[in-house]
Nanobody, 122 residues
Framework: QVLLVESGGGSVQSGGSLKLSCTNS????????MGWFRQAPGKEREGVAV??????TRYADFVKGRFTISRDTMNTLYLLMNSLRPNDTAMYYC?????????????????WGQGTQVTVSS
């Protein structure tokens, strides 16, 4: 069973930065593609950034140049978010999948964390 736990969310002003972390229950990085997703109130869940087993990455257009996805050897996934904007406000989720490489579609991911809230004020 895969258990994902996000942390690092919070409240920041526009232009600020946050770094989200996602720890997992085992060595899943060698077996799964990983990603960050977000869901704002009243909106669909959307892909933010994903990372493949060979460390290839893919970003949604709305975060390119501002967000960076990475991972370390301790099985922790990160999302560094710079130049935050009010419309980045959402619940951010970490997810793992074994099916489609570098997909930003939530339906391609099988395991999800509980989410961490990010709020950006103007």
């Amino acid at each position: 069973q895969v258990l994902l736990v996000e942390s690092g969310g919070g409240s920041v002003q526009s232009g600020g930065s946050l770094k989200l972390s996602c720890t997992n229950s085992g060595d899943i990085y060698s077996r799964y593609f990983m990603g960050w997703f977000r869901q704002a109130p009243g909106k669909e869940r959307e892909g933010v950034a994903v990372i493949a087993r060979n460390d290839g990455t893919r970003y949604a257009d709305f975060v390119k140049g501002r967000f960076t996805i990475s991972r370390d050897t301790m099985n922790t996934l990160y999302l560094l978010m710079n130049s935050l904007r009010p419309n980045d406000t959402a619940m951010y989720y970490c997810a793992a999948a074994g099916r489609v490489s570098l997909s930003l579609l939530p339906s391609h991911y099988d395991y999800w964390g509980q989410g961490t809230q990010v709020t950006v004020s103007s």
